[in-house]
């Protein structure tokens, strides 16, 4: 009878791969459902089964059933049964994957810092006219980040734009410019202090522009205080910019004095401030202007045609009203201290206008006169003025005295042309003067132009007028508004001798008059 044969043993040691696959007489050992791993695994037997190959010299060695160990009797037949080799393969087990999770974060740190420099490379990579882009697309465009920076091109220097010009409002409080945005405007000088009646400011762009850049054609004159050219504002408002010479100490005083006393002052007879421009040292006022020239260019201009009578004496009234006002109507009173026929400007109307008020000063009520030094235009200047630089508001009557004459006679203050070139307009004519008045004989002293053409009672005034004007001694001389009256014939010549006794000369004293008459025939 045959008998069973026995299954091979087992080798020694066979991988979960490696074991061959049960018989199905062979029964199948299955690990523990609940391992213990705090404690060392049980022996083989307490599974139910006795080991294969017995052996008490070694420990036993499972078999295993399955392919895939997943015991923990399994893991410890792979390894060292000691207690300790527990916890070593534990640890070796928490080193690499500590290992592996340092690995993995900085593989991630890598790969994000990589592509936020190819973000930013191609940020800085974008075309330079993108900031143009965000100029016109400003409305839809995102802000740029903390670190972008964008360059914009430069501003493009354009001309200065014509600004609206002041317009003059008058009103109770007085006249001002109805600027909104004084932002442009410079500052007035330190010191200069303006009445409530100053007109307005430009900037000097504003000027440029109405005197088409200062242009030799818009040049109406010049002299030691600068030069006067004529502009047009946008308005269409003629004007007239009185620009001083900069960088002069005198200038500067001229500037001050000028817009201080004429922002106080208006009358018919007076040239009217429009404004003023301070600009680092640009110092410029701005005038009404005045289309008909001066009465010096009428007067005495080349080739001009006489000037008709009619027309001198009108001139003559306007211009005594106007100096009227700054010596009675002003308070304090305003000397001018530079009355000629070159300040008197004239429309087409033959109006008069008193100009440049830049020597003029104003005389305190407590003071009988003004110390000063000697300013004015040789051959206008009074007697007592020149000799010690005492100045009164008879001052300017002596200066309208010499204008008076101008319109008289033609001629000039000094006159080279003349036989007796060393000899004053004034020094010239008193002789004639005295014959004038006493004799109502003007031959020899009206302008030989007039050809006798003029009224001889409105001649007899304005003689009397300016040999009253033209005394050697100041408190004889007549006050402005007795002139305009007699000029326009509402008084007598007669009312102006105010300090002459009856018989004295109403040109010169009685102890001059006989010098007078020795040295006139001495010359002759």
């Not at 070796?92 to 810092?113: K, N, P, S």
């Not at 007085?174 to 400011?201: A, E, I, Q, R």
């Not at 201009?301 to 009227?324: D, V």
Request: proline share 9%; with cysteine.
């Amino acid at each position: 009878m045959s008998t069973a044969s026995s299954p091979p043993p087992p080798p020694d040691f066979l991988s979960p791969f490696e074991a061959p696959l049960p018989s199905k007489d062979q029964p199948i050992f299955l690990p523990p459902t609940s391992p213990d791993f705090s404690q060392q695994s049980p022996p083989a037997d307490s599974f139910g089964s006795p080991p294969l190959h017995p052996s008490p010299s070694k420990p036993t060695q499972p078999v295993l059933g399955t392919p895939f160990p997943a015991s923990p009797s399994g893991r410890e037949s792979l390894g060292t049964s000691s207690p300790g080799g527990l916890s070593v393969g534990v640890g070796v087990g928490i080193a690499i994957g500590g290992v592996v999770v340092v690995l993995v974060v900085l593989t991630l740190i890598c790969f994000f810092y990589k592509k936020k420099r190819v973000k930013d490379n191609e940020t800085r990579s974008s075309p330079k006219d993108g900031a143009s882009y965000v100029g016109q697309k400003q409305q839809n465009a995102t802000p740029p980040s903390d670190h972008m920076v964008i360059s914009l091109p430069p501003p493009k220097l354009l001309s200065p734009l014509p600004r609206q010009p002041p317009f003059m409002s008058s009103s109770s409080g007085g006249s001002s410019s109805n600027y909104s945005d004084h932002s442009f405007l410079p500052p007035p000088s330190p010191g200069l202090v303006l009445s409530n009646n100053y007109k307005g400011t430009f900037s000097y762009e504003e000027l440029a522009i109405a005197t088409d850049g200062f242009s030799e054609e818009n040049l109406l004159g010049q002299g030691g205080f600068g030069y006067v050219f004529k502009g047009i504002l946008p308005n269409g408002k003629d004007i007239a910019v009185k620009e001083l010479k900069a960088g002069s100490s005198q200038g500067e005083r001229e500037f001050q004095a000028e817009l201080e006393i004429i922002s106080r002052v208006h009358h018919n007879h007076l040239i009217a401030l429009v404004g003023y421009c301070i600009a680092d040292a640009q110092r410029l006022l701005v005038y009404e202007f005045v289309p008909n020239d001066t009465l010096e260019f009428h007067l005495h201009g080349k080739g001009r045609p006489p000037l008709e009578w009619s027309s001198r004496l009108k001139i003559a009234i306007g211009s005594a009203k106007g100096l009227s006002y700054l010596h009675e109507n002003c308070n304090p009173k305003i000397i001018h201290r530079d009355i000629k026929a070159a300040n008197i400007l004239i429309d087409f109307k033959f109006e008069a206008k008193v100009a440049d008020f830049g020597l003029a000063k104003i005389a305190s009520d407590t003071n009988t006169h003004v110390s000063t030094r000697v300013m004015g235009s040789f051959g206008y200047l009074a007697p007592e003025y020149a000799a010690s630089g005492k100045l009164t508001e008879k001052s300017d009557v002596y200066s309208f005295g010499v204008v008076l004459l101008e319109l008289i006679t033609g001629r000039r203050p000094v006159d080279v042309n003349y036989v007796y070139a060393d000899e004053s307009l004034v020094d010239w004519a008193r002789p004639l003067l005295i014959k004038a008045v006493e004799e109502n004989n003007f031959e020899g002293l009206d302008d030989i132009k007039l050809n006798n053409e003029y009224n001889r009672d409105e001649m007899a005034r304005m003689v009397a007028c300016a040999a009253a004007c033209v005394r050697y001694t100041a408190r004889r001389r007549p006050r402005m508004d007795q002139v305009v009256r007699v000029l326009e014939g509402n008084i007598s010549p007669s009312d102006m001798n105010g300090g002459i006794t009856p018989g004295e000369s109403n040109v010169y004293s009685s102890v001059d008059i006989e010098s007078l008459k020795i040295n006139s025939r001495s010359r002759y």
